[in-house]
């Protein structure tokens, strides 16, 4: 039975290290994924980071998520599924522009 997953392949011509920084999320700490994190840390240039538990402050993705749902979100986007998912995919087209960006001080 073959697993299930994702294939890196490696590439000779490829000498630069790649970083992939996983959270705590279940399918990053499931067996078939910590098989796979072996795997691809055997490749030589890829180099997995876990972020600590509890640490959204240091997730990206989180901390804009936290924004498109409390700041930028219209309260009327809820009332349907099309009004929300046209309100999140317009945010993210103007993610970086207009009112939608995040200053880090």
């Known amino acids: 039975m073959q697993k299930k997953g994702v294939k890196l ?11 992939i920084v996983i959270d705590n999320a279940s399918t990053h700490t499931s067996n ?6 072996k795997d691809w840390e055997s490749e030589g240039n890829i180099v ?8 959204p402050e240091l997730n990206l993705i989180e901390i804009l ?3 498109v ?3 930028w979100m219209p309260f009327d986007a809820y009332e349907t599924y099309k009004k929300l998912e046209q309100s999140v ?3 993210l087209r103007k993610f970086g522009k207009e009112k939608y960006t995040i200053k880090f001080e």
């Open 9 to 19: 392949k490696k590439n000779s011509n490829f000498n630069k290290i790649a970083y």
């Open 32 to 37: 078939l994924f910590k098989e796979k994190i």
């Open 48 to 55: 997995i980071k876990r972020l600590p538990t509890y640490s």
């Open 65 to 67: 998520w936290r924004f």
């Open 69 to 71: 749902k409390y700041t």
């Open 89 to 91: 995919l317009d945010i």
